[in-house]
């Protein structure tokens, strides 16, 4: 029998309003905050993700790791133990703001060194508000090794969220590689590149089958599939009632892919994105891309009751390989027929066209805030009308002598040894490089269409945006052509330490009059963002939170060839802030508590 996932209770269930001091005190409770309490150890450990034994990053044992579950206002404390051989880590938590706490956003050389082999660090940090969230490494590519997980935040007491279901499930997507990270970080830094290639597999909560003609087929004595680990690698099976409704979180944690979600027979009703309220929506599929998170709503009333339906997980922007990687499938079982007597007895269904941007398009476009809530823990703020600063982000990918790099405005980012945070915290001036990078490319001629000339001036830099406090930025990303020529590739891009409007999306080089196009009444917040081929993608958000916060493509290789900048916020209250030293003893930093502490 494969792997069964029953659904979470909703907690949107109506209870009548009795005014009364048992009433009042019982709310009160439900209200109050909790403080979390996780002790969690990663190594590697032996795994069989997609049929195929290999090594993965487990935390607790487990992977994926564990799924926090957590409510608005709880504080989450997590002593982490580093019991790999010879490597460090971290682990950030994406799309939590980390407010008061940027030195537990994971990040290494940004916002902490790494935690070496042997060491144990506390993360400390507050859910400020209800959402699908996801943890993962931001240390090397340890994300595509496996280490990564659900982070679920509900909303507190006496919110509820602006719709009804009856009850939930998780859905954590990923890709797969049967070479190990390790030989991947060479061949991207080597000459020539190696790239990565298309993965083996696509992952549902950890569990993909490679080489397998029907990935859901659950006759073992058919040979379809060979499960040499039943329990790690069988499909999941989605396990509903008739006519109910039932909340699916789906979050991407790929390193690479590019992802379109479907099931069989069933429309979805989009109504979250990153952990903020849309419009409500019917879609028959929805395109996620790494780093995205969404909730739909799933009413089990649209066909026969009797019978199962495909869930299959496609690849999209990116020409299919050879072979191409399959798609990721589960099943959606309803309620009492068991799962093995029937199986789906149609194929599972056609994602669209790997390079249909059209069709991605009109899905982005489609997405609104929610408007009109009157509560206070959920009411939708628009944007400034006016940015303060415009900075635009000129996506290149640049030879640096014989190094094939990504850049941005010719800048290919590199790490510094001394964190960001600490070395602005603490005045070490010397630890990066103090001048700016530019706030737009410097060639306005630049033609986005063709490949970067030859003799191209792109650079390795450490340089940081600093920027003021209680400000409205502007960010456009401007994408443009590779190296090889009629080649503009998908980014998604992250925004950490943040929340941010999505004003609009353009096709070809932005100008000043596309401001008009500008969504202003109701652009959706979301902490990711794609920016399409030859095209252009505009977001505002406000300085309002200090720290050192990274910006970058959410795809692993990219960022580890140099797609990202950094933003310094509010510098002059970095350097009166109280920060967890403990993050921030390494490099310059460690050198200067070291002398200070000589006997």
Not at 10 to 27: A, G, H
Not at 87 to 96: A, F, P, S, T
Not at 233 to 247: A, D, G, Q
Not at 555 to 579: D, N, Q, R
Request: aromatic fraction near 12%; include cysteine; proline fraction near 7%.
């Amino acid at each position: 029998m494969g792997f069964l996932l029953e659904p979470r209770s909703s907690r949107t269930s109506v209870v009548p309003i009795i005014f009364s001091c048992f009433w009042l005190i019982f709310l009160v409770q439900l209200s109050v905050a909790r403080v979390i309490q996780l002790k969690w150890e990663v190594e590697y450990k032996h795994w069989s993700p997609d049929c195929i034994e290999s090594v993965v990053m487990a935390t607790n044992g487990t992977f994926p790791g564990p799924t926090i579950e957590a409510t608005a206002g709880d504080t989450i404390n997590i002593t982490l133990t580093n019991l790999l051989f010879t490597e460090g880590l971290v682990i950030h938590w994406h799309g939590i703001t980390q407010k008061g706490t940027p030195w537990a956003d994971g990040t290494a050389s940004i916002s902490q060194c790494a935690i070496n082999s042997g060491e144990t660090f506390v993360y400390s940090f507050t859910v400020e508000k209800a959402g699908t969230f996801f943890y993962h490494g931001h240390y090397g590519m340890q994300r595509s090794a496996g280490l990564y997980g659900s982070l679920i935040v509900h909303e507190a007491e006496p919110h509820r969220q602006p719709f009804r279901y009856d009850g939930e499930f998780n859905l954590l997507l990923s890709d797969w590689w049967h070479q190990n990270v390790h030989r991947q970080e060479v061949d991207l830094s080597g000459v020539p590149l190696v790239f990565i290639g298309e993965p083996q597999a696509i992952l549902i909560n950890g569990k993909g089958q490679y080489n397998c003609s029907i990935a859901a087929h659950f006759d073992e004595s058919a040979n379809v599939c060979n499960f040499t680990k039943k329990e790690q690698c069988k499909p999941e099976i989605l396990r509903v009632k008739p006519n109910k409704i039932y909340r699916i979180r789906i979050a991407s944690t790929t390193a690479l892919a590019s992802l379109n979600f479907m099931i069989q027979g069933h429309k979805l009703e989009v109504v979250e994105a990153d952990g903020n309220y849309v419009k409500p929506f019917l879609v028959d599929d929805l395109d996620i891309y790494s780093g995205e998170s969404y909730s739909v709503l799933l009413h089990t009333n649209q066909g026969p009751p009797s019978g199962n339906y495909w869930i299959s997980v496609g690849v999209r922007g990116r020409k299919p390989g050879n072979p191409p990687t399959p798609p990721a499938l589960a099943i959606l079982n309803y309620y009492p027929m068991t799962p093995v007597s029937k199986h789906p007895n149609s194929a599972p269904p056609v994602h669209p066209v790997w390079n249909n941007y059209t069709h991605s398009k009109l899905f982005s476009n489609r997405i609104k805030a929610l408007t009109g809530l009157k509560s206070q823990n959920l009411e939708y703020k628009p944007p400034p009308l006016k940015q303060d600063r415009r900075i635009v982000l000129l996506n290149t990918q640049n030879y640096i002598k014989e190094n094939i790099k990504w850049a941005i405005n010719n800048m290919s980012l590199t790490l510094p040894s001394t964190p960001y945070l600490g070395a602005i915290r603490y005045g070490l001036d010397n630890a990066f490089t103090q001048e700016s990078p530019p706030d737009h490319y410097n060639s306005p001629n630049y033609n986005i269409e063709n490949p970067p000339p030859n003799g191209t001036n792109a650079i390795y830099s450490n340089a940081v945006y600093k920027l003021l406090s209680n400000k409205v930025i502007d960010v456009i990303l401007q994408n443009a052509n590779a190296l090889t020529e009629g080649q503009s590739e998908i980014h998604p891009w992250h925004l950490h330490g943040h929340d941010f409007w999505v004003l609009g999306y353009g096709e070809g080089k932005f100008s000043d009059a596309n401001e008009t196009l500008f969504n202003t009444v109701d652009p959706p917040l979301r902490n990711t963002v794609v920016v399409y081929p030859y095209g252009w993608t505009a977001l505002r958000f406000e300085t309002d939170n200090p720290g050192v916060w990274a910006f970058h493509c959410h795809i692993e290789p990219h960022l580890h060839m140099g797609m990202g900048v950094i933003f310094a916020e509010g510098v002059e209250e970095i350097k009166k802030m109280t920060v967890n030293k403990e993050a921030l003893v390494c490099g310059l930093t460690g050198k200067m508590f070291m002398n200070s502490h000589k006997d």
